[in-house]
Each structure stands twice: as C-alpha cells, then as structure tokens.
C-alpha cells in the first residue's frame, strides 16, 4: 500500500525559512518521480516543485530561486528547502509521486499517489 506521510509545516514569519519531508513507503521508491504541490482555499491545486527519478528538479514559476527540492532514496523522502517565505505561499502543502515515463517534467495530472498534506502559514 503506498504511503506518502508530510511534515514540517507550521507558522512562519514573511521572509523565514521552512523544511518540509516527506517519506514514502509501499513501492520502490527510486523508481518513481517525486513533486510537492500546494493548493489555498478557492485555488487549483498548483506545482510547486518536483523532482524526478534520477533527480532532475523543475520549479514552479512562483517558487523559483527561493525553494529548493531534494531526495535521500536512502531514506526513501523527499525534502522541499522553502527560503524568503511570503504571504502568498500560504497553503496546504501536499507529497505526490508518479510512475510515469517517457516525458520530463511532468504535469499535476501524472501523479497518481498523494499525501493528506502539511500547512504552510506565512503571515506576521
């Protein structure tokens, strides 16, 4: 059964620094792309970032050169390095993984697995 469990959401001032995790069972997980997606009340669910099998990353347009994604197969977990936080990036904070091939980057609707998410408040 797959499983993708979030945590280090939480409450952090304008301009502040958070790290998310997320770690993965159920499925072999080095075989599979991995990304993190946001979602705010009254929003599509939106990429912020992902990360593919052999560790390619791809940005959202509106996290670029602040976030940064990274993967332990290791420790089968993906980490998001959030930096220079803003109002705006205040949502439920959800792990997908997909299994797809043959394309780079994906799309929101390639991911088939998801986690119940973390929340991100940035406010002052």
């Known amino acids: 059964q797959v499983q993708l469990v979030e945590s280090g959401g939480g409450s952090v001032q304008p301009g502040g620094s958070l790290r998310l995790s997320c770690t993965a069972s159920?499925?072999?997980?080095?075989?599979?792309?991995m990304g993190w997606f946001r979602q705010a009340p009254e929003n599509e669910r939106e990429e912020v970032a992902t990360?593919?099998?052999?560790?390619?990353?791809h940005y959202g347009a509106a996290v670029k050169g602040r976030f940064t994604i990274s993967r332990d197969n290791g420790k089968n977990t993906i980490y998001l390095q959030m930096n220079s936080l803003r109002p705006e990036d205040t949502a439920m904070y959800y792990c997908?993984?997909?299994?797809?091939?043959?394309?780079?980057?994906?799309?929101?609707?390639?991911?088939?697995?998801w986690g119940q998410g973390t929340q991100v408040t940035v406010s002052s």
């Open positions: 997908a993984a997909s299994d797809r091939r043959g394309r780079w980057p994906l799309v929101k609707e390639d991911f088939g697995y």
């Open positions: 990360i593919s099998l052999v560790g390619i990353p």
């Open positions: 159920g499925f072999t997980f080095s075989r599979f792309n």
